[in-house]
């Protein structure tokens, strides 16, 4: 069985002749889970410990944003278009029903995937772990100035373990062994063990001038707009029409996307549940990996 480490990168040609890269990956039957990962992140960042232990079970499916990591074309700079583009993966791959797994603006992205999908995809159910809903009366959004912080720090020329100390764990023992050991993991995907080169992250040194991350800030940043998420542009207004059973994960303390948002999510949604794990953040799923694949494969696996 292939597993993160190993499995090999595929591509699907669209039909504008930029191509999506993708890796399947795990068991060979039941419903695929597609992955959707965070700001700036490709298919080689995920934590092989989440990815191997739901893989075990399920097939996996992982896959770069639009001009992101391994796929070519424009970078989304808008949670609808960024929807979109899963939808015509999903539609080139010939995949009619799916189960959703999307981390930090992954989480903005899969349930519009889910709400704004055509009548021949099915989104089966979700898991949305670090995020929120789009702009709504009671959406908390960071103070300036944090954000402020935020954007230093996820934004900057690289990512570096520093920077992910305070934007994914606790300042805190706990949360310093958790974040050595995720950022040791994220790099077991390498070419002796895949044959590949890594992908780099979006921006990685501004070799695009910046491009890729601006066009994602503002697709975080205009999420959070009341005027700019309207109709099928947003999710607040439409989450109580969702039925599709939904699983939402955060840590207690999210420095990045308030945790409060996850509670709104699941208030807002008919058929959802809500697990806080405890001294941890927007990295929680790292911090916890084998419970939270744990808790994921239940879910799935369940009703």
Known sequence: MSTHQTAKTQFLKRPNGDRFAFRRLGATWGIPLLMLIHYRGTMDFWDPLVVNGLAEHRPVILMDYSGVGFSTGRVASTVADSADDVLQFLSLLGEKEVDLLGFSIGGYIAPMVALNAPEDITVRKLVIAGTGPSGGPDTVI?????????????????????DFAT??????????????SWFDRIYERNVSTSGEQ??????????????????????????LLVNETRGRNGSYDR???????????????????????????????????LILYPDSGHGHLYQYANLFARHVLDFLQSY
């Open 142 to 162: 960071n103070s300036p100035s944090h954000q402020d912080q935020v954007n230093t720090l996820a934004g900057g020329r690289d990512l570096t373990r520093d």
């Open 167 to 180: 934007l994914f764990f606790p300042h805190d023992l706990r949360g310093g062994a958790a974040l050595n």
């Open 198 to 223: 890594r992908s780099n992250w979006l921006s990685f040194n501004f070799t695009d001038g910046g491009k890729g991350v601006e066009a994602q800030t503002n697709l975080a940043s205009s999420w």
């Open 239 to 273: 989450l109580p029409g969702l039925k599709t059973p939904v699983l939402i994960t955060n840590g207690n303390n999210d420095f990045m996307i308030p945790t409060p948002n996850s509670f709104t999510l699941q208030q807002r949604l008919p058929n959802a549940q």
